[in-house]
């Protein structure tokens, strides 16, 4: 199977800085998209960024400018650089990733979350 493990979460004050990372790791034949969704308390989960195999990347309006999602197709791993963080950016981040196995099998695998806090 395939694991993702996210870090990088925890608690900043607002207009802070932080980034996180998603290593996906099993039995992987290669990755197509990766990206971030969070949820909030109360919220449904949304979308904040996919990033292509080839790079190319899509954020949601509210992160534009704020946040950068990036990859390490060597480390199979994805980066979420975020950074003036407002209080409304408090939630659980997900990371996923569109994975072919070695059995050639394709999905979307998603992280455990990891908790990310702003204090105003």
């Known amino acids: 199977q395939v694991q993702l493990v996210e870090a990088g979460g925890g608690l900043v004050q607002a207009g802070g800085s932080l980034r996180l990372s998603c290593a996906a790791s099993g039995i992987i034949f290669s990755i197509h998209h990766m990206g971030w969704s969070r949820q909030a308390p109360g919220k449904q989960r949304e979308l904040v960024a996919v990033?292509?195999?080839?790079?190319?990347?899509n954020y949601a309006d509210s992160m534009k400018g704020r946040f950068t999602i990036s990859r390490d197709n060597a480390k199979n791993t994805v980066y979420l650089q975020m950074m003036s963080l407002k209080p409304e950016d408090t939630a659980v981040y997900y990371c996923?990733?569109?994975?072919?196995?070695?059995?050639?099998?394709?999905?979307?695998?998603w992280g455990q979350g990891t908790q990310v806090t702003v204090s105003s």
């Open positions: 990033i292509s195999s080839a790079g190319t990347t």
């Open positions: 996923n990733a569109g994975v072919t196995t070695t059995d050639f099998y394709t999905k979307t695998y």
